[in-house]
């Protein structure tokens, strides 16, 4: 099939799937976020240690996890996951295509009239590896004690997620390696917007200025507001902790 031999059409497979990565990054980072709010409003630290306030759901961060359990978004998360992680299999197979076919590590790619001294355009891959590496360890700090035990009985759940914020982020050197995830993210996310867009046919000199634009500013707010919520974890554990 032209989708799947053509170089445009594979490019357009990736496309797709990172419009559901970018979706679901979004929606996390919101959710996120909520919880420095908490703190500026004084809450994060109530209802981190009072399980009563934690379980009448007073706090914006908790009202956004039990949010994120309703049935709508119970069906919408997995789809955007499923989505995620096509993107990042289809990638992985793309680049061994290529490894082959080209005899070197290079990008699949279509003539791009934009950003082609670009790092992350040259470097998708090695940020792809970097993130996909840091998802792993991301996993076991949150889905590995909430999703996984609630799900499949396996391991120890842990109720309170502003406790699980403050765990993870109060050593230092996770924050560290957390912000410069955050900063592969953005590169990648930023390149892959305005790609993505290109694929698709909107490559004109006055929208594609512009969709550089849109990329930055939406890369820019979920590594953001991830940063944030890093940052947040980690003051608010060295004072409650």
């Keep these: 099939m032209f989708i799947f031999n053509s170089s445009i059409g594979k490019k357009f497979i990736q496309s797709i799937t990172g419009a559901f990565l970018i979706i679901f990054l979004l929606l996390h980072a919101t959710i ?6 908490d703190s500026l409003t004084g809450k994060f630290g109530a209802v981190a ?8 759901g007073d706090g914006l961060f908790k009202l956004g996890c039990d949010f994120m359990s309703t049935g709508f978004i119970s069906i919408m998360v997995p789809i955007l996951a499923l989505g995620f992680i096509i993107h990042i299999a289809y990638g992985g197979w793309l680049t061994w295509q290529n490894m082959k076919a080209r005899g070197g590590l290079k990008r699949y790619e279509v003539p791009s009239k934009a950003g082609a001294d670009s790092w992350a355009a040259k470097n998708m891959v090695i940020l792809g ?3 996909l590496g840091f998802i792993c360890f991301h996993l076991t700090h949150f889905w590995a004690k909430m999703q996984l035990p609630e ?3 396996v391991g120890n759940y842990e109720n309170n997620p502003y406790l699980l914020l403050m765990v993870t982020f109060g050593r230092w050197w996770v924050l560290v390696l957390y912000i410069i995830w955050f900063v592969a993210l953005w590169l990648h996310v930023n390149h892959g917007f305005w790609s993505m867009f290109q694929t698709v046919g909107w490559n004109g000199q006055t929208w594609f200025k512009r969709l550089k634009v849109i990329g930055i500013i939406v890369s820019t707010l979920i590594c953001a507001a991830f940063t944030a919520t890093a940052i947040n974890a980690f003051i608010q554990a060295q004072v409650l902790l």
């Design 151 to 153: 799900m499949f009985g």
């Design 49 to 56: 240690a009072d399980e009563k306030i934690f379980s009448a």
């Design 129 to 131: 590896i970097l993130i």
């Design 32 to 37: 996120n976020f909520f919880s420095v709010i």
